[in-house]
């Protein structure tokens, strides 16, 4: 039976061996092992992430140049070589193609990214496409195969 007088943690919670800021008779008292005087023996004393002792950061030191368009649109690209290796993979059995199913399969990896197919590489499969962007070489391959391409937006 627990009584107030015979308390103790729970096995496993407790993992620290030094009681830090005890008083003399624990062994760490004084300074708490902070050491003397100095930024890290002071509360709240702690370098801010990238900190380098006061040398110059290596964000500020090496050259930055070049120009990021935040209006880019990435789009997660397919060939149509790759949808021919999935149909003789027997991935796509059906013939649809779609960004959730290329999602699930794991070609393409963000399902928030839109999807643009590409030329490169044979199809001999008739497949029901549909994507946000298709390159021409790619839609005039699915279309010679018997497929079909549709164009989201």
């Given amino acids: 039976m627990k009584h107030i007088g015979n308390l103790s943690p729970a096995p496993g919670s407790r993992h620290k061996k030094k009681r830090i800021g ?10 708490s092992t902070r050491g003397h005087k100095g930024h890290q023996s002071r509360s ?11 040398q110059m950061t ?21 060939n149509v070589a790759t949808l021919q290796r999935l149909v003789d993979e027997k ?3 059906d013939g649809v193609v779609s960004k959730d199913i290329l999602y699930s399969l794991g ?20 497949l029901a496409v549909t994507c946000d ?5 790619a839609k005039q391959k699915i279309e010679s195969a018997g497929g079909a391409v549709t164009v989201n937006g």
């Fill in 107 to 126: 070609v393409i990896r963000k399902k928030s990214a839109p999807v643009k197919i590409l030329g490169n590489g044979e199809l001999s499969a008739k």
């Fill in 133 to 137: 962007k298709i390159s021409e070489a």
């Fill in 22 to 31: 005890r008083g003399a008779g624990s062994g760490h008292g004084g300074t």
């Fill in 91 to 93: 991935q796509i059995a």
């Fill in 44 to 54: 709240g004393g702690h370098q801010s992430r990238g900190f380098e002792g006061g």
């Fill in 58 to 78: 290596l964000t500020r030191r090496i050259p930055k140049f070049g120009f990021t368009n935040i209006n880019r649109i990435e789009y997660s690209e397919v």
